[in-house]
């Protein structure tokens, strides 16, 4: 079913779908029994024959609730709209407005993008003027902690362009700093302007997991380019977010419709918010780009180069997308160099970007080890906990209640012991003592027997052993 040059109908996400035009943009909509009825009124001409005499019908509702049930697995797949030129899987700049098939998108171009020319191979002088105009111009006002903050705030204008070059997960990119107003929204906008054009909605972080599924779902079925969590207060911990950023799919009921939707997770995550406090979960897919203003109160800052920054990336939106292709289009020319710098659960991810950031001499990716190391105070406490009870008990075994009372006496771990009563306190320790099984810590680990007298769990402290110390152990 196809209109002009371009398909009618699509499937989203294991759904059908099709474009509209609303304020002179493209959308994707889902639709309902209504609009299929209506599309296949409109696609031939149905008619019924009653004692040979043929005269005009309606399709039957039947067909419209089946193609609803059961999508024609010959219907286009439409992922989601580009409103920039990117690059397809095999490396190849798409500028062509409309539906692309192989790539699964529709290009929302208007006629400007046709002075977006991209060398095939550009020249050492093109690179550097395309880099100069982003952290001469764009960024040149944000004061970055480090050469590492400043490359991954880059990695994230980079990462739509070349979503379609390689499989695989992409972290949370955490724009954080030490008070309000320092810049990291703006920033966000900014890199936003860049890859899709202009702000992108907001939205927070539930703190109900189901209500934060639910969100994740929406928009990931929208087909979005860039999901942008503001403003996250406290502590980052939820297990929602952990999972959607390592899941490739993303498998779940979709609001609104009685039926489970598999969501190509493609999006570009932002994540703002002030001197967060991370779950190591949390902290090991995301990286950091931190901005420390050195003013008190960051929000009076004057002396801008652009004093309008937004609306100077506006303005000059055309080019800045050219420079980010001309990057990426430097480094495919030069061979694709892959990085060398690794990222557990997004190697793929690592390996691109860090060869563009690479490629293009910007320092930092991915160098900012201590911001992992010291991500997590509770896994700190547990390892000054540790230390003090291999001191106190070695390999031992003792009781919770043992173990419960050393707390008390150094304060230590108070997170993991307490509770509304006695046992719920017992409860709450007990769990975190099982939390740590098979955890390294301090170069110690601990380990759970059972007493031989009363069955009751203990545990103890041994120094760890590592996996290669292990196999040289085994092969001797």
Known sequence: MS???????????????????????????????????????????????????????????????????????????????????????????????????????????????????????????????????????????????????????????????????????????????????????????????????????????AYDESEARKKFTTLLSAGAQVIFIDNVRGGIRSAELAAIITADTWTDRLLGV???????????????????????????????IRIVPSEEMPWKRTGFKHADIVGWARENRIQLVRAVLTIIQSWIAAGRPQGTEVLGSFEAWARTIGGIINHCGLPGFLGDAEFYANADPESHEWAAFLTVWWEKHRDVPVSARTLMQLAEERNLIAFARTGDSSWACDS?????????????????????????????????????????????????
């Open 258 to 288: 009685n039926k489970m939707v598999q969501c190509h997770n493609r999006a570009l995550w932002l994540l703002s918010a002030n001197n967060p406090r991370l779950s190591m979960e949390i902290a090991r897919r995301c990286v950091r």
């Open 428 to 476: 709450k320790f007990g769990k975190s003592l099982s939390s740590l099984r098979d955890r390294k810590l301090s170069g110690l680990e601990v380990v759970f027997s059972k007493d031989s007298h009363d069955g009751a769990r203990r545990y103890c402290v041994r120094p760890a052993v590592s996996q290669s110390a292990l196999e040289a152990k085994g092969s001797a």
């Open 3 to 205: 209109q002009g040059d371009h398909p009618v109908l699509f499937v989203t996400q294991g759904l059908l779908s099709q474009m509209s035009h609303v304020e002179h943009r493209w959308a994707i909509n889902f639709v309902g029994e209504a609009s299929v009825n209506g599309l296949l009124m409109r696609a031939a001409r149905w008619v019924q024959t009653r004692s040979g005499i043929e005269t005009a019908a309606k399709p039957p509702r039947e067909i419209a609730k089946d193609l609803l049930a059961y999508p024609n697995e010959r219907l286009p797949e439409l992922t989601t709209i580009a409103t920039t030129p990117v690059f397809d899987a095999k490396g190849q700049l798409l500028s062509r407005p409309g539906y692309h098939a192989d790539a699964a998108l529709w290009m929302d171009l208007h006629e400007g993008w046709a002075a977006c020319k991209v060398p095939e191979h550009p020249t050492q002088a093109d690179l550097e003027d395309a880099l100069a105009l982003l952290l001469d111009d764009l960024l040149v006002d944000f004061p970055f902690r480090a050469d590492s903050d400043r490359a991954h705030a880059v990695a994230a204008m980079l990462l739509p362009f070349v979503r379609r070059m390689f499989w695989g997960q992409t972290p949370i990119h955490l724009l954080e700093a030490p008070t309000p107003g320092s810049g990291k929204t703006r920033l966000a906008d900014l890199i936003c302007i860049v890859t899709v054009g202009d702000r992108v909605g907001t939205t927070t972080l």
